[in-house]
Nanobody, 115 residues
Framework: QVRLVESGGGLVQAGGSLRLSCAASGNIFRINAVGWYRQAPGKQRVLVATITSGGSTDYADSVKGRFIISRDNAKNTVYLQMNSLKPEDTAVYYC?????????WGPGTQVTVSS
């Protein structure tokens, strides 16, 4: 069974940056689109960034222009560079495949942005 492990979260002031990583135990990232999701307290988990197997990217309007998703297929790892962070970016961040193809969810990584 594939395991996903997110890391890189933390506490940062508004305007700061963080880089999240997501490592997969298998090669599922190489041939599949991968997304970063986030879940704020009391809210549903939402998709914020996507990268296809070919490297095309897409972003939710709320993070467009501030977040950058990338991948390293050799390391089975996907990254999320988060810049100009806002308090509303506070959430637990997860990576996974696209809806309908989910692997087991990892533990996520907490991102907290202070104002």
């Amino acid at each position: 069974q594939v395991r996903l492990v997110e890391s890189g979260g933390g506490l940062v002031q508004a305007g700061g940056s963080l880089r999240l990583s997501c490592a997969a135990s298998g090669n599922i990232f190489r041939i599949n689109a991968v997304g970063w999701y986030r879940q704020a307290p009391g809210k549903q988990r939402v998709l914020v960034a996507t990268i296809t197997s070919g490297g095309s990217t897409d972003y939710a309007d709320s993070v467009k222009g501030r977040f950058i998703i990338s991948r390293d297929n050799a390391k089975n790892t996907v990254y999320l560079q988060m810049n100009s962070l806002k308090p509303e970016d506070t959430a637990v961040y997860y990576c996974n495949l696209m809806p309908g193809m989910y692997a087991a969810w990892g533990p996520g990584t907490q991102v907290t942005v202070s104002s």
